[in-house]
């Protein structure tokens, strides 16, 4: 599988949505602004990005009237 490259951001999001899942947090925007010390407005881009390169998904929330947001899941690599 080839590596893909990741811009210097891009690659502390990644970090950050692995980390949180890890400890077993649910990686929503501002957990990941907070993880990664940027805004939720400068996450916009890197999630987009990473998205579209298949390295995270997003997940919509699955219970009605407790939407936090969007929540953004790492996919591992085969």
């Known amino acids: 599988m080839p590596q893909v490259r990741l811009s ?3 690659e ?11 400890r077993g947090h649910v990686p929503y925007p501002d957990t990941i602004a907070e993880e990664t010390g940027m805004s ?4 916009r881009e890197p999630l987009h990005q990473l998205t579209e390169r298949g390295l995270l ?3 919509d929330s699955p219970m009605a009237g407790l939407d936090f947001g969007p929540r ?5 690599p085969a």
């Open 40 to 43: 939720e407005e400068e996450l």
């Open 12 to 22: 502390r999001v990644y970090q950050a949505v692995a980390a949180l899942e890890v």
């Open 72 to 76: 953004w899941c790492a996919r591992q």
């Open 8 to 10: 210097a951001v891009e």
């Open 57 to 59: 998904h997003r997940e």
